[in-house]
């Protein structure tokens, strides 16, 4: 296979590679082992496939790469028009990266329609992936879309508690938030006669687009809209909590690793590609908001009983740092909001395992009902603080990286934004440490909790590659930033110039 | 008609051709009175399983002659009938939905212990009536095209005789059906009069040279209130909940589909061929109103068929936003539109049907919790459906209510845009309250679900397989639309009447 064909196909086999999966899983037998090791070996060989992205990435090259532009639709005119470039690559690998675990993660805490449960989760793998590559407006609703199913049934079917409620509310918040989007979307083609995205960009910038200077504040929004019901901003968060607490462990590490970057990749790739004076013009806006997100997240954090939830809402708070690093409209906010993006995707989707696993031996989240737990379970224990710390920002870990660079973005913005925002650091050690304190040091409040076990081989095989990722992006993030600087310097010269035009 | 002293020598006695033209209606008018006529010949049990095949046959029989029609476009009878993509399409359409109704009907009748050969026949003569109006041109014929298809479903809606609620249904639908017809008849014949023809070239050359009556706006409306009320709109729609919770689930699916395409056939004859005046008002509000009715009717429901018959009435809504439209867009929109509910809704149905078991004794929404559980197939089978009714991408239901919003945001319909889309979100809830009812709740009782026949297993794959299909290449069925909307619109040489008024 020359290597030409295959840069031509890749993207296309990371993509459905999964949902083949899923396809052939429907014809499996009910044996549960089977199918767990079958969707372990889809999940890999597709992280395997994954993997020729950034090998064969060109550094230097602008725009996207890796791209097949098919038609797929003649009229309307949709194209199967795929392709990747620094930002989406890496959330590709991401999606890639989180699945397997997901499969470990599941292996014996989903023991009920199994088979169901594993096709759901590979569906929702092509659904993620599609997200990322698409470069087609239509391309991108399908698969942003297409998310929403498995996601709620993953939720619905396999959740605890209220998940009925929270499947709904999910699903709901989320379905009208997009109408918003597919409205943009459809007037866009509308006037432009075209779905693809660099046709568009070029449209626009050209200024060939009729009437688009009245649209444009409503299409702005049309596409914010739907991408801040994901993130989810401030104050359009309130599912996100529900949806976690109920959701199944491996639910909650692909919706907070990977489907709440779906809602700051749209804004990155739309919101700044498609309108960028407009997302100047309503940047200080934003920027409030997602300063809110980031103290209230924290706040709220704090004094949640349930270690799921705090989790959750410690989400809300990292998120907000994406989203300011994003509307700071600086190089370096704009790779730390991507950087953050990965290293909230990791250290939280670890976190989301560890109180999974904890949740399968005692059947509660509560914070209160674990104490001391460092002596029963000390790689437990260790795992766990490794992540936290990674979680809270300490340096030489990932979550350092990406937070410093939003915050250098956001004080270039505007300084009483910066100080703000470098509060939030303060405020996530305090509840991730908090919490870490109550949860494991002291004695053992409850005795029947002497007898927990420690991590098995296969839950510790799920997070040493957390671990590692999370150190080596903390020692060496040129790795990955080399990658994103140039993509995202591609997103800023046209904002500032067509700014500046408009300004004049 | 009054064309015929136009013509220098008028054509008398029909030609082969134009036998061809209507050759899918004289084949289900074979089959139909062959199922007649062997009811009463075969003996008792067999009967039922024979007369079905039949049915069947002559249903497969009418596709093969639709595509040997295909061949020979053009007018027939006098210029009454034009057979044209347009009409092909349709005819595709209904012909197919009521294939699948035999095929869900064939369990069905065993299950219900009903016993009845006309069932088939009128099935069949339903489907022809159906059909002749999507290549009728002329509203006298459309009239009586309507009939056929109209008295065939009024008797098979009171088929489950045993019921009380059935024969309110059928008797419902009867008497509201009829003054609804008498309607449309009192708007052909107001349109007679404004244009001195019934024919839709001549009335169309009438109304776009020179002054328009005043009787034509009335005509129109009349006309309007006519087919409103065979397409469930708003605020034509009152009978369907009852008429569709009353009547046998398989019936349901055929009247919720084919039927409604064949109305809307003739209102885009009317509104966009015809180009009748007023028009434009009219389907505006009714959309509206058809839309957020149907919608939040359905919200409040817990008996599926009447859930599923306020949804008909929400699609009927979306459906006449394409009428809204420019004509090309409008048109292809709204054909594409027919085609993808007339399969999601059609399948639907079916599973309906199965659940429903002797007497219809499932049909809340409780009684399909665990259902995911009890059946996974069966579940899963319905899910395809019902997020296709959402339009949820990679489906029919999809790109239908893509084509009908982007057809009107061209037409710069940004409030009926609007007023679509946010409906089609409230839309989600009461379909997405099936999907939780199979998939997050636990059954009651354990009630096992039989196992579903060979026939019914294909009319729903069929009907899978038309949605998912309509849903990730619909590029050729949609260039088919196109083109059919193209050949109604603007008539090709041969096609075009050679009266003039």
């Known amino acids: 296979m020359s290597k030409e064909f295959l840069h031509g196909i890749i993207l296309t086999l990371v993509t459905f590679m999964p949902l083949a999966g899923a396809l052939l899983l429907l014809l499996f037998p009910r044996r549960d082992r089977d199918i767990r090791v079958f969707a372990l070996v889809i999940s890999l060989l597709t992280f395997g496939l994954s993997l020729h992205l950034p090998v064969y990435f060109q550094r230097h090259a602008a725009g996207f790469q890796y791209e097949v532009d098919k038609q797929w639709i003649a009229s309307p005119n949709i194209h199967y028009h795929m392709g990747v470039d620094g930002i989406s690559m890496w959330l590709i690998l991401l999606t890639t990266f989180l699945t397997p675990l997901c499969v470990l993660i599941s292996w014996t805490s989903v023991h009920d329609r199994v088979k169901e449960f594993f096709i759901l989760l590979l569906i929702l793998e092509t659904a993620l992936i599609g997200v990322f590559t698409a470069l087609d407006l239509f391309l991108f609703y399908f698969f942003w879309e297409s998310t929403l199913i498995p996601m709620a049934l993953l939720i619905g079917m396999y959740g605890h508690g209220r998940k009925i409620y929270a499947a709904v509310k999910f699903f709901l918040f989320t379905m009208v938030a997009s109408v918003f989007m597919l409205a943009a979307m459809l007037w866009l083609y509308a006037k432009t006669g075209s779905f693809d995205l660099l046709v568009i960009q070029n449209a626009i910038r050209d200024g060939k687009v009729e009437g688009f200077l009245i649209a444009a504040p409503w299409l702005f929004l049309g596409f914010f809209v739907a991408f801040a019901v994901k993130v989810p901003l401030f104050p359009v968060h309130t599912w996100l909590p529900d949806a976690h607490v109920e959701a199944p462990t491996a639910g909650s590490v692909l919706l907070a690793g990977v489907m709440l970057k779906m809602g700051t990749y749209g804004m990155m790739r739309f919101n700044l590609g498609l309108f960028p004076e407009q997302s100047h013009h309503n940047a200080p806006w934003i920027m409030v908001l997602a300063l809110i997100g980031i103290v209230y997240g924290a706040l709220v954090a704090m004094v949640q009983p349930n270690m799921k939830k705090l989790i959750a809402y410690s989400s809300i708070s990292h998120l907000g740092f994406v989203v300011l690093g994003i509307f700071s409209f600086t190089a370096i906010g704009l790779a730390g909001a991507e950087f953050v993006m990965l290293a909230h995707g990791v250290s939280t989707g670890a976190l989301f395992m560890l109180a999974g696993i904890i949740y399968e031996r005692k059947h509660t989240y509560e914070i209160k009902d674990f104490g001391g737990l460092a002596s029963p379970m000390p790689v437990y224990a260790t795992f766990f603080l490794f992540i936290v710390l990674a979680s809270v920002g300490l340096p030489m870990l990932n979550g350092f990286v990406g937070e410093f660079m939003t915050l250098t973005g956001a004080f270039q913005a505007r300084a009483v934004y910066g100080i703000i925002a470098a509060t939030g650091v303060i405020w996530s050690a305090c509840y991730l440490l908090w919490m870490y304190q109550r949860v494991f040091y002291g004695k053992v409040t409850h005795p029947e909790n002497n007898s927990l076990l420690d991590l098995s081989r296969r839950e510790q095989l799920a997070l040493w590659p957390t671990a590692v990722a999370a150190l080596v992006m903390g020692v060496a993030p040129l790795l990955w930033l080399n990658i994103i600087n140039p993509a995202v310097e591609t997103l800023l010269p046209v904002s500032q110039m067509v700014s500046k035009v408009a300004g004049q | ?322 009428f809204a439209a420019q004509p090309e867009l409008g048109t292809s929109a709204a054909m594409f539109y027919t085609a993808a509910y007339a399969a999601m809704n059609v399948g639907a149905f079916a599973v309906v049907t199965h659940l429903a078991s002797r007497d219809e004794r499932y049909v809340t929404l409780e009684d399909y919790a665990g259902l995911g559980h009890r059946s996974p197939l069966l579940a899963a089978t319905l899910t395809i459906f019902l997020l296709s009714l959402i339009g949820i991408p990679a489906t029919g239901g999809f790109f239908a209510k893509f084509y009908v919003f982007s057809a009107a945001l061209k037409a710069n319909l940004v409030g009926l845009t609007i007023i679509g889309v946010l409906n089609s979100a409230v839309g989600a809830y009461y379909y997405l309250r099936i999907i939780v009812m199979m998939y997050m709740k636990e059954s009651r009782e354990e009630a096992p679900v039989a196992p579903v026949s060979l026939s019914l297993g294909v009319g729903l794959a069929v009907s899978v397989l038309l949605t998912l299909y309509l849903g990730i290449l619909p590029g050729r069925v949609l260039d088919y639309a196109d083109e059919g909307a193209r050949q109604m619109l603007h008539p090709t040489e041969q096609a075009v009447s050679q009266v003039s008024p």
Request: hydrophobic share 60%; aromatic share 12%; proline share 4%.
């Open chain 2, 1 to 322: 008609m009054i064309s015929f002293a136009a013509t220098a020598l008028p054509q008398v006695i029909p030609q082969s051709s134009d036998y061809v033209r209507i050759l899918p209606e004289l084949v289900l008018a074979i089959f139909g009175m062959a199922v007649m006529a062997l009811d009463p010949l075969l003996g008792d049990r067999a009967t039922q399983k024979t007369l079905g095949a039949v049915g069947l046959l002559g249903t497969l029989a009418a596709l093969g002659a639709t595509a040997y029609m295909a061949q020979a476009p053009g007018l027939a009878f006098w210029d009454m009938i034009r057979v044209d993509t347009f009409s092909v399409f349709f005819h595709f359409v209904v012909i197919t939905v009521a294939a699948i109704t035999i095929l869900t009907s064939h369990e069905y009748m065993a299950v219900q212990q009903l016993r009845a050969g006309e069932y088939y026949a009128l099935i069949l003569f339903g489907t022809l009536g159906m059909a002749l109006m999507s290549s009728a041109v002329e509203l006298v014929l459309i009239f009586i095209a309507l009939e056929i298809s109209s008295i065939a479903t009024y008797i098979l809606a009171g088929f489950r005789r045993r019921f009380a609620i059935s024969g309110e249904s059928s008797l419902k639908y009867f008497l509201l059906g009829s003054f609804a017809t008498a309607f449309f008849l009192y708007g052909v014949a107001l349109m007679f009069g404004a244009t001195g023809s019934t024919n839709i070239q001549v009335i169309a050359h009438a109304l776009g040279n020179g002054p328009i009556p005043v009787l034509a706006y009335a005509a129109a409306a009349l006309m309007f209130v006519g087919v409103g009320f065979k397409v469930a709109a708003a605020p034509f729609h009152v009978w369907t909940p009852d008429v569709y919770e009353g009547a046998p689930a398989p019936i349901v699916g055929l009247m919720s589909t084919g039927p409604k395409a064949a109305a809307f056939a003739v209102l885009l004859r009317i509104v966009f061929e015809a180009s009748v005046p007023g028009a434009f008002w009219l389907i505006w509000i009714s959309a509206a109103l058809s839309m957020t009715i149907g919608n939040i009717g359905a919200l409040v429901q817990d008996n599926v068929k009447r859930l599923l018959a306020y949804s008909s009435i929400a699609h009927a809504g979306y459906l006449l936003v394409a």
